[in-house]
């Protein structure tokens, strides 16, 4: 038995939906993360509920990236791959992430019934030069599975991959007992950690190769903690005290987690009988001067953007999420993209003036909220604040966040605006409507409306006061231009290559641009998180390079441009590029970033 | 809607003191005699102006907030209850007045209409039926009656009109009340009853288009309708009911109210009014206040590993 060691090693744990991959890789990942190594999990979630197993659609499973220093992404190529069946497995190779020595353990217990398939499948692998150790889970473990009407199988794999990743037996056994102690009746546990202990033990006796990433268990205080649950704790640190959407795939899953908890912290979640109906009730909250937020992805954006310019002419506080996903229309609804960011910036009609704020992690997902609040209470313009579905559904273990408990915008700290690239607003912007008093202000009666109107509130349709209201909404978001600092850089800020991206790619360039200099590849690169309006120095920041290219989960080619390109070109006359303009679904790599920068740079 | 007051303005509440500039609509358009009749409850009542919102849509009706001093949202077409929602949600010590009208509530805000109804958050709902898009310049409106002609059906309106009556008493509303632009008094004391009922109060108002279509309603006569009246119900008005047919019904019966409310004739009065009905707005209030409360400062221990 050889026990490799690694810096890093990414697996996969391949499974038809509904029977427990993503449970199995949330235990591990905590015992992992208790043993001090670093983790970072995205789940594979199909766009149905329940697709009939052992077809290509029930595919669900997660990608498990663990190393010994902290990772930001998800990384590249695969090491390891548990496949429950050779369907899944087929399905999975064709998204091209497998590592060139890649090593596939499948689940045999399927092919007498499905021979010709299996050997399809195996003969694939062996042409991709994947070595595929076949196994089978043990005749006793099948009778306690079926004995617990066909559950835990995933605690079977789990054994193995424990075994596989050198994990002590009783640190995974302690987290299976947390995880179902509660929830399931003592038998049932007991028979779950016996299957366990039998994968643990199969792999141990017939799996000849093991892994070691080393950790250091830390001192400090850590979570575990997925993007949209982060973003809900953010929510309710931020003192927003209304909650109102409609169900929508990857955005959902904020309102489930604030329906549970959102009460005790006297908080309202409010589910609408449709996107628009949504915002407009946090609109009117907000009107109310109750801070209110509404959340969306893919077509209720489409469906919102009529209340959103009505809140920027009738200057009411507005914030949006916007969880991307896959489009044009359902798109892939359980996939990952960036392609929203023109409608968000552009999609209501009329003149647009509002600021988008974008997470790269999970930690911006809980003081997102915050910022959201601060500028949209400044301002009293839209603020879109967008994420993905890789950014909304991907944990990470994290150093525990400060706590704020934000009241009042005003009190906003310091770290947090540091954090997200800008430093303070002007205490007085100018309105177009110079009362902006809350209902219950005794002398401040006023009504608003979506018609143009002058400094009194007053519809009024003359061409100086147009003018005049659309210079003033401007010159809001001219205040946040002025206040942003100079964004993220990694390398040099000077040289041949500077990479470009926003939101969800912070890490993969990241990475990227370290394995580059690793490699004594001159390259940097540039994260925004603000995404608009941009700093003032940009056009500065680019002329110091030969090329400045764009990373983006969006879709160009040689005669479009992607949306981060096109809209750096249009700021700054600068020949920016898309360098990966890719709608794959699947988020970035590091090592193909780094590849196409040799190439260019060649 | 009831009212809980905390905040009180010295100055008496004054017809002259709920004005603001002057409304921009036609010469002896309907839209008037409800602004005044809003008005001259509010007076009646001395409701807080401050304390007070007039949500609504777009169309001729969606301009009366801007015609009335207190707080005011004149928010998108066919929206005004999702906004009312979010300040019934967050302001409970807040009266909220909803302005839509035919095309808004019936047609673009269908949605709406079905859905505040089934909530039966506290506001009051009224709905200005001119039986046409007039703002947009006389299109079909789905009340429109059936060969009426408009700028979209110049042959005459192709269909029967939706009865706005039996729609919201279908969907479950918990008061429904109809009256007209030229009936002050029963104008006043049909708002008034919706103001007392605690949930969604549907005020249906046959209103008056002079600019588009005169001939709609004959107000100067009273023979084509008949009143509803009945002790927990609503005064009919005093001289046109001398004309016409009083009917005494009894507003708790479901039953009575689709019986008048399908009639070929036009009725005026209480129709339905069921008291018993939960507020989704008192639902979601109890849940936060009745919540085990915890500190903010401890938010993310629970992910701790
Ligand atoms: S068009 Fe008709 S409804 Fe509109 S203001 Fe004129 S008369 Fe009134």
């Given at each position: 038995m ?8 990414r ?8 029977f ?18 670093y983790?970072y999990?995205?789940p ?19 990608i ?8 930001t ?34 689940d ?17 692998l ?42 002590p ?8 007992n947390k995880t ?72 959902s899953?904020?309102?489930h ?55 920027t ?58 910022m ?17 579905f ?15 408990e ?94 470009v ?38 056009k ?35 020949d ?27 | ?29 309907g ?20 304390l007070?919102v ?24 066919g ?39 089934n ?11 001119n039986?046409?898009?007039?703002l ?6 789905p ?19 939706l ?50 279509d005169?001939?709609a ?46 009639s070929?004739?036009?009725?005026f ?13 008192d639902?979601?209030h ?19 590993i």
């Amino acid at each position: 038995m050889s026990v490799e060691k690694k810096k890093i090693s990414r697996f996969e744990l391949l499974m038809d939906a509904g029977f427990g991959a993503q449970k199995a890789g949330d235990i591990l990942i905590t015992a992992f993360a208790k043993m001090g190594k670093y983790v970072y999990i995205e789940p594979m979630i199909p766009a149905e509920i329940s697709p009939p197993p052992r077809t290509r659609p029930a595919l669900s499973g997660v990608i498990i990236r663990l190393a010994d220093f902290d990772i930001t992404n998800i990384g590249n190529d695969t090491d390891i791959i548990l496949a429950s069946h050779e369907i899944v497995l087929d399905r999975r190779i064709d998204d091209e992430e497998t590592n060139v020595n890649c090593r596939v353990l499948l689940d045999m217990g399927d092919k007498p019934a499905n021979e010709e398939s299996y050997e399809k499948v195996c003969k694939r692998l062996t042409k991709m030069g994947i070595s595929t150790y076949p196994f089978e889970i043990t005749a006793e473990s099948k009778a306690l599975i079926q004995s617990l009407s066909n559950s835990g199988q995933n605690m079977y794999y789990l054994g193995m991959l424990s075994s596989i990743y050198n994990m002590p037996k009783e640190i995974v056994i302690a987290e299976i007992n947390k995880t179902f102690g509660k929830k399931l009746k003592e038998e049932i546990l007991s028979k779950n950690i016996k299957i366990y202990e039998n994968g643990y033990d199969y792999a141990k006796a017939n799996i000849l190769f093991s892994i070691e990433v080393a950790g250091v268990p830390s001192q400090t205080e850590k979570i575990l903690i997925d993007g949209n649950t982060s973003l809900s704790m953010g929510i309710i640190d931020a003192g927003i005290k209304l909650f109102s959407g409609y169900p929508i795939t990857p955005a959902s899953s904020i309102m489930h987690t604030l329906a549970k908890v959102f009460p005790s912290y006297g908080g309202l979640v409010h589910q609408a009988e449709d996107e628009i109906a949504a915002i407009g009730t946090a609109i009117g909250s907000y009107f109310g001067g109750v801070p209110a937020i509404t959340c969306t992805s893919g077509p209720g954006l489409s469906l919102k953007q009529e209340f959103i310019g009505y809140a920027t002419a009738a200057e009411i506080p507005l914030i949006v999420i916007d969880a991307q996903r896959s489009g044009p229309s359902t798109g892939m609804p359980t996939k990952t993209e960036q392609s929203d960011l023109p409608a968000v910036l552009f999609g209501n009609h009329g003149d647009n003036t509002k600021v988008i704020l974008s997470v790269a992690n999970v930690i911006d997902c809980f003081y997102a909220p915050q910022m959201a609040r601060y500028l949209t209470e400044k301002l009293r313009v839209p603020v879109m604040l967008m994420s993905d579905f890789q950014t909304a559904n991907s944990y990470k273990v994290i150093d525990k966040p400060k706590v704020t408990e934000m009241n009042n915008v005003d009190d906003i700290q310091d770290f947090v605006l540091e954090r997200f690239h800008m430093s303070r607003l002007p205490a007085n912007i100018e309105m177009v409507r110079d009362n902006q008093a809350a209902p219950g202000d005794l002398q401040g009666m006023r009504r608003v409306t979506g018609l143009n109107s002058d400094h009194l509130g007053q519809i009024n349709y003359f061409s100086k006061t147009s003018q005049r209201a659309h210079a003033i909404r401007n010159s809001k978001i001219h205040e946040v231009r002025k206040a942003l600092t100079k964004p993220e850089m990694f390398g040099p800020e000077q040289g041949n290559i500077l990479i470009v991206g926003w939101g969800s790619s912070r890490g993969a360039i990241e990475e990227a641009i370290n394995s580059c200099r690793a490699q004594g590849i001159p390259a940097s690169g540039i994260h925004f998180k603000i995404v608009y309006p941009f700093p003032l120095m940009i056009k500065e920041i680019f002329s110091k390079f030969k090329k400045v290219v764009t990373v983006e989960l969006a879709y160009g080619d040689e005669f479009k441009l992607s949306p981060l390109a096109m809209l750096l070109r249009a700021e700054t006359l600068i020949d920016v590029q898309p360098m990966i303009a890719k709608a794959t679904g699947r988020p970035l790599r590091p090592r193909i970033i780094m590849e196409q920068v040799k190439e260019l740079l060649s | 809607m009831s009212t809980h007051v905390e905040n009180k303005s010295a100055e008496p509440v004054t017809v002259k003191s709920l004005n603001t500039d002057n409304p921009r609509w036609c010469a002896g358009c309907g839209d008037y005699g409800i602004l005044m009749g809003i008005k001259r409850f509010m007076v009646d009542r001395q409701l807080q102006p401050h304390l007070t919102v007039h949500v609504s849509g777009i169309g001729c009706s969606g301009r009366a907030p801007n015609y009335i001093n207190t707080y005011g949202v004149h928010s998108i077409h066919g929206r005004p209850i999702t906004v009312a929602l979010g300040l019934a949600l967050a302001r409970p010590d807040l009266d909220i007045f909803i302005e839509s009208g035919d095309g808004d509530a019936l047609s673009i805000g269908g949605n709406h209409l079905v859905h505040g109804i089934n909530k039966n958050f506290n506001c009051v709902f009224l709905l200005f039926d001119n039986e046409l898009y007039a703002l947009t310049k006389s299109q079909t409106s789905p009340t429109t009656r059936k060969g009426h002609p408009t700028n979209t059906q110049p042959s005459g309106t192709y269909l029967d009109p939706l009865n706005p009556l039996t729609l919201v008493l279908g969907a479950g509303a918990s008061f429904v009340a109809s009256t007209a632009d030229w009936m002050p008094d029963h104008l006043a004391s049909t708002i008034a009853a919706a103001f007392q009922h605690k949930g969604f109060s549907f005020v249906h108002i046959s209103q008056r288009c002079p600019h588009y279509d005169p001939n709609a309603f004959d107000y100067k006569t009273s023979s084509w309708f008949s009143f509803l009246k009945h002790e927990k119900g609503i005064t009919p008005d005093k001289r046109l009911a001398e004309k016409t047919e009083v009917v005494e019904h009894d507003p708790t019966s479901l039953e009575g109210a689709f019986k008048y409310a399908s009639s070929e004739r036009r009725y005026f009065g209480l129709f339905y009014q069921n008291s018993a009905k939960a507020c989704y707005d008192d639902i979601l209030h109890k849940l936060r206040d009745s919540a085990e409360k915890k500190p903010r400062a401890k938010i993310l221990d629970r992910f701790q590993i």
